[in-house]
């Protein structure tokens, strides 16, 4: 009151919509908001004949929002753990939530480990959220999810001994899944018509003869991330 005009200023790199003003609206520059601070002052000129102004000064504290690093998508072999590795900022608390049946080793860290469920396992991905709960005055919270992939490792149906007659070729009627390739091998000298296929014939060599009998084995690659292969005889 009793003033000539009136002037808001700051020491930040923000701006006043109307300086001039009792009531202005301030909007933090960049500067404002990396400090996390500045100062908002008014002067009130006087009125002739006085000469000595007026002024007050308030100190504005820019709480940031919360802030959840873009996380990646990844893989695992059905039976490992995942743990994530997440960035947070700015947040009173943080949760983590699965869209499927798996559990965390504690959902309120950044980088907690998640064990998938049957059912994760069963549909082969699951979705996995952050959740980054803001600070006060902040009302919004920052969200990040990813899609965790469960790779099932390769399987082969057990292979049941057979016999043929001396000068027949054996074919066998194998099945495998979750396999990146096939491949057909013996301990004897005789050779598969086509060793990288699930169904293969076996034409048994000399030696094969000679000693009655053969280990056939068929071994199934894995699939990345998966590290072990399967293997049946």
Do not use: H
Not at 178 to 195: E, I, K, P, R, V
Request: contains cysteine.
């Amino acid at each position: 009151s009793n003033y000539g005009s009136l002037l808001w200023t700051t020491n930040g790199d923000g701006t006043f919509d109307d300086a001039a003003a009792e009531d202005a609206c301030y909007t933090p520059g960049a500067g404002d908001i990396a400090l996390g601070v500045a100062e908002l002052c008014l002067t009130a000129e006087p009125v002739d004949p006085c000469t000595v102004a007026a002024q007050e000064c308030l100190t504005l504290t820019i709480q940031k929002a919360p802030v959840v690093e873009v996380l990646d998508d990844a893989a695992i072999c059905a039976g490992d753990i995942f743990c994530p590795d997440a960035t947070a900022a700015n947040y009173a608390g943080l949760l983590w939530t699965a869209a499927g049946d798996g559990a965390f080793d504690d959902a309120t860290l950044e980088d907690p480990c998640y064990t998938p469920g049957n059912i994760d396992i069963e549909t082969g991905t699951v979705e996995l959220c952050l959740t980054a709960e803001p600070i006060d005055p902040c009302t919004v919270a920052a969200i990040e999810c990813m899609t965790l992939t469960i790779q099932a490792p390769p399987s082969i149906a057990p292979l049941e001994d057979a016999v043929i007659c001396e000068g027949e070729t054996f074919c066998v009627d194998a099945t495998a899944a979750s396999y990146s390739s096939l491949l057909w091998t013996t301990n004897g000298d005789g050779t598969f018509d086509d060793a990288d296929l699930e169904d293969v014939c076996y034409i048994p060599g000399a030696g094969d003869i000679a000693l009655g009998v053969a280990e056939l084995c068929l071994t199934a690659a894995p699939i990345d991330p998966c590290s072990v292969a399967a293997e049946e005889c």
